[in-house]
C-alpha cells in the first residue's frame, strides 16, 4: 500500500480546489456554505491522506469527501426555497449564461453529474464512486441531462427560455 504525504496532498488540494467548490456550489447553492463546505472538506482529506491507496486516484477519492461534506451541510441546514436567479461560482462570458441556467435547472444529481463529467473531466466510473451510484446510473443520469438541456437550449428567442423553464418540471433523480 502506497502512502502519500501531506505536502504532496496539499499541493493536490490546492491544484483541486476550484472544481471543489464548483462541487459544493452545485449542490448547497450558496457561495459562502459551498466555501465552508470545499474547505472542510480539504481538512478532511488531510486529515485521511493516509486512506489513499492508490495516489493517481486522488480526485475521485477527494471529490467524494466534497460530495459528502456538502450533502451533510444540506442536511443540517433550514430548508429555504431557492431564489430563482441564482448567481453561479463560475464568470461565465455572457454567450455561456444561457447553458449555465440551463445547468442550474437541472436536478442536483443531473447538475452534480454534468459538472463533474463536462468541467472536472471525471469518467462516469469516478463519478460513481464520487456520488455513490453505478456508472449506468452515472450514464443515464447524464444522457437525461443531454435531453433536457437540448430542450431548454432550443428555442431560437434566448428570451424563451426563462418561460420555458418555469413551466417546466425538473428531471426526476
Not at 500500500?1 to 488540494?13: D, E, P, V
Not at 437541472?106 to 463519478?127: K, Q
Request: net charge positive; hydrophobic share 40%.
Amino acid at each position: 500500500m502506497q502512502r502519500t504525504n501531506a505536502k504532496a496532498i496539499g499541493l493536490l488540494l490546492e491544484e483541486a480546489w476550484p472544481q471543489a467548490y464548483r462541487i459544493a456550489w452545485s449542490i448547497l447553492r450558496d457561495a459562502n456554505e459551498a466555501e465552508d463546505a470545499a474547505q472542510e472538506a480539504c481538512a478532511l482529506a488531510l486529515r485521511a491522506h493516509e486512506t489513499l491507496r492508490d495516489p493517481s486516484a486522488f480526485r475521485p477519492w477527494f471529490y467524494r469527501i466534497v460530495v459528502n461534506e456538502a450533502r451533510g451541510r444540506r442536511r443540517r441546514r433550514p430548508q429555504e426555497p431557492i431564489p430563482g436567479e441564482l448567481q453561479a461560482p463560475f464568470d461565465a462570458p455572457d454567450d455561456r449564461i444561457d447553458v449555465r441556467r440551463a445547468i442550474d435547472r437541472l436536478d442536483e444529481h443531473a447538475r452534480l453529474s454534468v459538472l463533474l463529467f463536462y468541467y472536472v473531466r471525471l469518467s462516469t466510473t469516478e463519478i460513481a464512486n464520487v456520488t455513490g451510484s453505478s456508472p449506468l446510473a452515472v450514464r443515464l443520469r447524464l444522457l437525461a441531462a443531454r435531453r433536457r438541456l437540448r430542450r431548454l437550449l432550443a428555442p431560437d428567442d434566448v428570451s424563451q427560455l426563462a418561460e420555458r423553464t418555469e413551466r417546466e418540471p425538473q428531471v426526476a433523480k
